[in-house]
């Protein structure tokens, strides 16, 4: 039995674990990290969010890419073919057609712009998943989290796209399917669009991107695994649908 006339002991305080140190990595780190530890990369990214180096990065393979399919295809004489195929093309005058080439030439050429474009809109859809999904992030850590998961998969893709355009025979390249790593990729040029569309979206390379978004989110967002593969599957669901529905109504 315990001695009565023993003083009481209170417990001692109660002390929170300290939060373990945040990860110091650079941004050459980072770069290459994210392709075999993106946990760790992100782990980073939170306490640090930067990303001005991997959007340049993107932009230089983008104009890369750009510059190297014009290089090796006759632009003119794809655009002229394709619009050929176009149900509107009975009905336009030779002077429209080849207005419609140059306008195509002038879309391809300014491929690149779009690079920005797209980090920008794709962080603000982001945002607002996680802000759907209760989570907490700033607009600079979702610009981390789209163009740090879309680094990845834009660099294989671009060396993948390089490899198609030099060892295919230029009359048989296809600008629009230059990446092989998705089934629509090998349909041929009389395939259903509306099928080469659905096909498209089972693209290994986006559901790498995909992962490590999932990823990012979960890191940055303070939201769950589940969460998180709820945003990045929300909008690829979406961004499938328009593919598909656009190929619906204006053909491939």
Known sequence: MSDPNQEFQPPPPFTPKPEPPAVEMSTPATLTGIFFEPGRVFDALRARPRFLIAGLVLLILTIGVTATVYKRIDMDQYIRDKMEKSPRAASQTPEQKEMGVKIGKMF???????VPIGIAVGAALYLLGVM???GSIGYKKAVTVWVYSSLPP??????????????????????????ITNPGAFMGPDSSPVLVAVLSQFDLLRFYGLFLAAIGLRKLANLSS????????????????LAICSAAIFGG
């Open 154 to 179: 834009g660099v294989l893709g671009s060396i993948v796209a390089v490899l198609v355009l030099f060892l295919k025979a230029p009359d048989q390249i296809d600008p629009e399917h230059l990446l």
């Open 132 to 134: 759907a999904f209760g």
């Open 108 to 114: 391809g050429f300014a491929i690149p712009v779009f």
């Open 226 to 241: 589940g969460s998180a593969w709820g945003v990045v599957l929300g909008f690829y669901l979406i961004r499938a649908l």
